[in-house]
């Protein structure tokens, strides 16, 4: 073999090494817009929350307190560039959040606070 060929084969292992390792890491806690799709439900020290992302972009939100009170809104959200977007349309605010899910987990992080859902 000449070194050419050595080096390129080299090369070749190196790329495809690096590639494995890429997928391997990015397959751990990979976040589309589909595995968002679902039922998330946070305890609270006073309640519960259930958030329930749908797919057609619905953002359906009951939160119910153990002193008996509860509320319902809907809102809409979306899915981009790894991060989940909530649009509360009745208040004219968006919030942005990255997003993790790791064994049934949703781990939403907007900077100044983090939200942990369990999927339902």
């Known amino acids: 073999m000449t070194k050419n060929v050595v080096t390129r084969v080299a090369s070749i292992i190196v790329a495809a090494l690096l590639t494995l390792s890429l997928a391997a890491c990015g397959g751990r806690n ?25 797919s057609d972009g619905r953002y359906i939100s009951d939160i119910r ?8 809104n809907e809102h809409t959200w979306d899915f981009s560039d790894g991060k989940l977007t909530v649009h509360y349309t009745n208040m004219g605010v ?15 992080d907007n900077g100044s606070s983090t ?6």
């Open 65 to 72: 307190m153990y002193d008996g009170t509860s509320t319902h």
């Open 30 to 54: 990979t976040v589309t817009k589909e595995n968002l799709v679902g039922t998330w439900e946070q305890t609270m020290s006073d309640g519960t929350a259930t958030v329930q992302l749908t």
């Open 94 to 108: 968006d919030s942005t959040y990255s997003v993790e899910i790791k064994d049934g987990q949703m781990k939403l």
């Open 115 to 120: 939200i942990i859902y369990t999927r339902k």
